[in-house]
C-alpha cells in the first residue's frame, strides 16, 4: 500500500520539478535580458555623448553580435535542445532592433533606423508571399499524393541499390530547380527508406548522395534554393542566367556521387511493391505549378514586377482548381468507384469511403512556418547588423582587402558552418562591386558549399531527423573531403566555362 501511494505521488514530484525548472529558465532569461537592455541603455548615453554614427567598436555593436552568435548557437544545436530554430533567431532580431533604434534615438536620429526596418520587412515579405505559393502548391501536390506515386513507381521496379543510389540522386538534382532542395531531399530519402531498412549502410550513404544532388540542382535555378531566390529578387542575376551553372553544378553533383558509388552494397534490395493511385487534380496542379512559374518570370523579366506578383496570381490558378474539384467532388468520386469496383480494386475503394474534397487552404496550413519564420529572425539580424555597420567592414575586408574569388570560395564555406541564408543575405546587403561572373561564383558557393556538412543546408539538417541514427553529422563528416573535391572542381568549372564573364 505504502508503494503504490508513493508511485503514484512520483508523476506528481516530477511535475513539480519541471514547473520549477521551467520558472527558473523563464527567470534566468529575464534577468539576461534586462541585463542587455541596462548595458545597452548606458552604451546609447555613452553613444549619444560621443555623438558615434557607427557603432562597429562601440559596446553597442558588440551586444548585438552576441545576442546574434548565442541565437545561432541554439540553431546550429537544433537537433540536441529539440527547439525550433525560429524561437532563438526571432528573439535575437527583436533584442538587436531594439538595441540599434534605442542607440540611433539617443543620437537624435529617429528615421533612419525606421527607414532601414521598413527595407528589410519589404524584402522579407517578398519573400514570405513567394515561398508561401509555392510550398502550398508542394503541399498540394503531396496531398493528391503525386509523390506518394512517385515512390510507389520506383520500389516497384526492383532496382538495385546502386541503381536506386543513382535514381534518387539523378532526380534530386533535377526536382530540386523546380520543387526546392528541402522538399527534394525529403521525397527522395522517403525512397531510400523505403527499400534500404536492411541496408544502414546504403541508407547513409544515399543520404549524402541526395545532400549534395538537391543542393547542387537548387544552385542553377531561381526555385532551388532560398539563396537563389534572393540573388534572382535582387536582380543582380536574370533568370536565364542561373543556367549558365549547370554543368559547374553537375561537377558538383557527380563528382562525389561516382566516388561514393564504389561503397554501395552489392546485395539486391527487399522487394516491398506499393503501388499508389493519385487522388484527382494531381496532374493539373503540376501543370499550373509550372503555369505559375511561367508568369512570375514573364512577369518580372519583361514588365519589371516583383516576381511575387506573379506567385501570388498563380495561387489563384490553384484556387480555382480547388472550386472544380469541390464542384465535381460527388461527381469524381461516383466515377472512380465505379472504375474501382470494376477492377476489384479495393484499396481505392476503401480510399474513396474516407475521401473529403480538396480545400487549398489545408495545404497552406500545412506550410514550414518555422522555416519562413527563422528566415524573417535571419533577415532582420543581418539588417541591424548591417545598420550597424559590420556589413560593410566585412565587405572592405572580403571584397576590397582581399580578391573577389577567394572571397566568394570563403562565402561557400563558411555556409556550410553557419547555413547559406544569412551568408547570402549579407553579401548581397554588403552589394560589392564585382563582376557578373563573380555574382554566378557566390551564388554557386553559396548554394553548394552547405553540402560539406550535414549542418551547412536545410536538406542536410531535415535528412538527419528524418533518417535519424543511419544519416548523422559524423556519417556526413566521413565523406566531407569527398564533397570538398566536388566543391572544388565545380569551381573550377565555373571559372573555365565562363570565363568570358569575370
Known sequence: ??????????????CCTQAIASRNLVAKMTVFILAIFSFGFSAFASAAESGAQSLTHHPVGYIAVVIFVIAYA???????????????????????????????????DTESANAALKHNLLEYSELLLFLLVAMTYINAMEERQLFDALRGWLVSKGFSYLSLFWITGLLAFFISPIADNLTTALLMCAVLMKV?????????????????????GGAFSPFGDITTLMVWQKGVVEFTEFFRLFIPAAVNFLVPAVIMSF?????????????????????????????TITTAVL????????????????LAY?????????????????RERVWAENHKNTRLLERLDKAVPFDIFNPMARTEWDTLLFFYGVVLCVGGLGYIGYLSEISQLLYNDWNATGANIAVGVMSAIVDNIPVMFAVLSMEPDMSHGQWLLVTLTAGVGGSMLSIGSAAGVALMGQARGYYTIMSHLRWAPVVALGYVASIATHMWLNASLF
Open 1 to 14: 500500500m505504502t508503494e503504490n501511494h508513493s508511485s503514484e505521488k512520483l508523476p506528481v514530484r516530477r
Open 318 to 334: 490553384l484556387q480555382f482548381l480547388g472550386y472544380y474539384l469541390q464542384r465535381s467532388f460527388k461527381r469524381g468520386v461516383a
Open 74 to 108: 541554439f540553431v546550429m544545436l537544433e537537433e540536441k535542445l529539440h527547439l525550433r530554430k525560429s524561437k532563438p533567431v526571432l528573439l535575437a532580431a527583436g533584442l538587436i532592433w531594439f538595441l540599434v533604434a534605442g542607440a540611433a534615438a539617443m543620437n537624435g
Open 196 to 216: 534500404g531498412e536492411d541496408s544502414p549502410r546504403f541508407i547513409g550513404l544515399g543520404c549524402i548522395n541526395i545532400v549534395v544532388a538537391a543542393n547542387a
Open 299 to 314: 512577369g518580372h523579366n519583361f514588365l519589371h514586377l516583383p516576381a511575387v506578383v506573379g506567385m501570388m496570381m498563380g
Open 263 to 291: 561503397a554501395i552494397p552489392s546485395e539486391p534490395p527487399k522487394d516491398t511493391s506499393d503501388p499508389v493511385i493519385m487522388k484527382r487534380g494531381a496532374r493539373r496542379t503540376v501543370v499550373l505549378f509550372l503555369l
